[in-house]
């Protein structure tokens, strides 16, 4: 009897013609995309694929060594691949129940090798690099056409095929992205159009893929990918082919139902520009995985906010790898946009964004998988700009390094909205209990320490902050950071929650990194 492999074996080479898959998939560019990424599942587990597909589809599959055959194969099964239902809010973190490659991934006719929750994280992990089945001649096509343009190259792709309404640049914002974008980049535009469709400007650095070169095939449009520097793109094939490569990516998802957790897979090196108005509240559970980042307003897109994102991913990563580009982007607004906040009682500027772009520089460059502890949890919504969301933005910084966030807060209900708001964040722990007695006991080095417990109205935070310092001393390191939140610098003293432990911390051999609203102190 032959038996199929559970979810993550792998099946013998000995297996007989239970373990041969016969597909036709005759679906689009950007469904072929992902499917090769499901397909690559079952070839992990030793299943041989034939398949039949469109001529001008088949480089999509050309990594997975599937036997192309006819339309009249014996036992040809026909692949559906269902458009996904609508997220909610209430299921918006359990992406194989609404991702369109998610409800796919298993299913009639492909055999059962796990449920699609079981193999999700597995499928949007999974890397495929076409690069060595790209042929020399469409290499040298694509190098002879880019040979003398400005660098660098930035391919431009607003029209796609299908739900036009729902996710094509007007011609109107493309034009004005053209501009932002020539004001910023010093390179080239290529506009990717195949069907006459889209926006053309009349400009040395703007260059449309049919009126200056040619119409190209997959496998050249893969070698273009290769050699250019950026692809800017609404939901189409070409941004899912992308996949496929290395090439930096900009995701435009203009709606709802062109929303990046519901079409697309996730991918390190791409960031998915969505509206703030109408996607926000699924963006607080979705946006780490998917590396969102919000263009202002209620619908549509600000041209010079995508301009600038461009700019950014061409400048290359501040914070991360440059595998994680698309992550970067994301913290990048977080720190540098959301962190500005108002002024107050301790200060009329409240620069928070100078403080922890200095403290996450210096933590990436000190350590592989920090060790983060804070004291004080956040408490409200989104609240970047009033009291900076820490516990949210340092999450962010370990889930993305492999680290660790220990907050702990006196307030339970506190410790309920933190654990609530970092579920997407792994690594990261929040306790209920007295912020001293809690880092007196801690057991690990630490890394980092925020000190943000106690607010400056109440009597005694000053002595609290420096209680909670000598605490964490067992467990701070010569090469530890200590960041003190709400600590400005005013008539040859400090002022709010480090009156009295930075002095304290300076007495004792440590110095200034930084101050401004916050100031963080270091030994070395």
């Known amino acids: 009897m032959n038996v199929e492999p559970k979810s993550g074996e792998i099946a013998s080479k000995d297996d007989d013609k239970s373990m041969e898959l016969n597909l036709w998939f005759d679906h689009g560019l950007g469904d072929c995309a992902n499917f090769a990424h499901v397909l690559e599942l079952y070839k992990r587990r030793g299943y041989r694929i034939n398949l039949h597909c469109a001529d001008d589809k088949a480089a999509a599959f050309s990594a997975q060594g599937v036997a192309r055959i006819p339309v009249d194969h014996p036992n040809l099964q026909y692949v559906y691949f269902c458009e996904s239902p609508d997220p909610s809010i209430e299921t918006a973190d359990q992406y194989w129940l609404y991702n369109k490659v998610g409800i796919n991934v298993t299913g009639s006719p492909l055999p059962a090798i796990g449920t699609s929750e079981e193999l999700w994280e597995e499928l949007y992990s999974t890397k495929i ?40 640049i007007p011609e109107d914002t493309a034009i004005e992205l053209y501009r932002q974008l020539l004001d910023r980049i010093g390179g080239t535009l290529v506009l990717l159009d195949w069907d006459n469709r889209v926006a053309r400007m009349a400009n040395w650095r703007v260059r449309h893929m049919v009126d200056d070169w040619k119409w190209i095939d997959v496998t050249t449009l893969l070698a273009l990918f290769q050699q250019c520097d950026l692809l800017i793109s609404v939901d189409s094939g070409p941004l899912h082919l992308s996949r496929l490569t290395d090439i930096p990516v900009v995701g435009l998802y203009p709606s709802l139902t062109k929303y990046p957790g519901r ?209 964490a001393l067992h467990a701070l390191h010569e090469n530890s950071i200590v960041i003190f939140d709400d600590t400005p610098y005013r008539a040859k003293k400090f002022t709010g929650k480090g009156t009295l432990a930075v002095p304290w911390l300076l007495e004792n051999g440590w110095k200034i990194l930084h101050s401004g609203y916050q100031t963080i102190c270091v030994r070395l």
């Open 129 to 168: 690099d076409v690069s060595p089945w790209i042929i020399d001649e469409s290499r040298k096509s694509v190098a002879d056409f880019l040979e003398d343009l400005p660098k660098p190259i930035v391919l431009i792709h607003s029209m796609g095929n299908t739900s036009p309404d729902q996710k094509n």
């Open 263 to 471: 079409v697309s897979l996730p991918r390190g090196r791409t960031v998915n520009i969505v509206p703030h108005g109408i996607t926000h509240e699924l963006n607080k559970k979705t946006r780490i995985l998917f590396n969102i980042v919000e263009s202002p307003g209620y619908n549509g897109f600000e041209p010079s906010f995508i301009a600038d994102v461009a700019a950014q991913m061409l400048s290359g990563p501040r914070y991360l790898a440059s595998d994680q580009l698309g992550a970067d982007m994301q913290l990048q607004q977080f720190v540098l946009d959301w962190e500005r906040g108002h002024g107050n009682s301790l200060s009329q500027y409240i620069d928070r964004h100078l403080g922890f772009d200095k403290l996450i520089k210096e933590v990436l460059k000190r350590f592989d998988r920090p060790v983060i502890v804070e004291t004080g949890c956040i408490r409200g919504e989104e609240d970047w700009r009033g009291a900076g969301y820490s516990t949210y933005l340092l999450g962010t910084v370990a889930h993305r390094t492999g680290g660790e966030l220990h907050s702990v807060d006196n307030n339970f209900e506190n410790c309920a909205f933190a654990r609530s708001a970092t579920r997407e964040l792994r690594g990261v722990s929040i306790t209920h209990g007295d912020s001293v007695d809690f880092l007196a006991k801690f057991k690990s080095k630490i890394d980092i320490l925020l000190i943000d417990s106690m607010d400056t109205e109440i009597p005694g935070h000053e002595q609290h902050a420096l209680n909670e310092v000598t605490a």
